[in-house]
């Protein structure tokens, strides 16, 4: 069943004013995950030449030959499930200046995960004040 224009109206809404309080989650949600295919077919495949060393090494009693193997078939698995490196995403804000404001990166070490709450709770306080 479609969306009624009221619907839509409110949905927008909600859309953009997510993207004002939170573009970073705005653009985590937005964003499409792309699997590299070539990832997965060369993580495999060394996953599979990795076992077969093993077997090989352990059927021809040469260790050497099943700890190479084993080390390529761990290193395999583990690049195919690693996450890949997130790309630079948005870099600040747009002000109603039409200036971009970075945001300023503290120490995560330096600062309690309560801490760390409160602040980001005053500058939203702050935020939806004007």
């Known amino acids: 069943m479609p969306l009624s224009e009221y619907e839509q109206r ?3 809404q909600m859309e953009r004013q997510l993207a ?3 573009p970073r ?6 964003q499409r995950r792309r699997r590299p295919v070539v990832r997965f077919v060369l993580t495999g495949a060394g996953a599979v030449v990795g076992l077969l060393l093993l077997i090989l090494g352990a059927a021809n ?6 700890a190479i193997g084993f080390v390529l078939m761990f290193a395999s698995v583990a690049l195919a499930f690693a996450m890949p490196r997130r790309s630079a995403g948005p870099q600040g804000v ?14 995560v070490s330096k600062q309690g995960f309560m801490a760390r709450l409160e602040a980001r709770w005053e500058r939203r306080r702050d935020q939806g004040g004007r």
């Open 61 to 66: 009693s040469k260790p050497w030959l099943g």
């Open 10 to 12: 409110v949905l927008e």
């Open 20 to 22: 004002s309080d939170d």
């Open 25 to 30: 989650l705005a653009n985590t949600l937005t």
């Open 94 to 107: 747009v002000g109603t200046d039409g200036k971009v404001h970075r945001p300023v990166r503290r120490s």
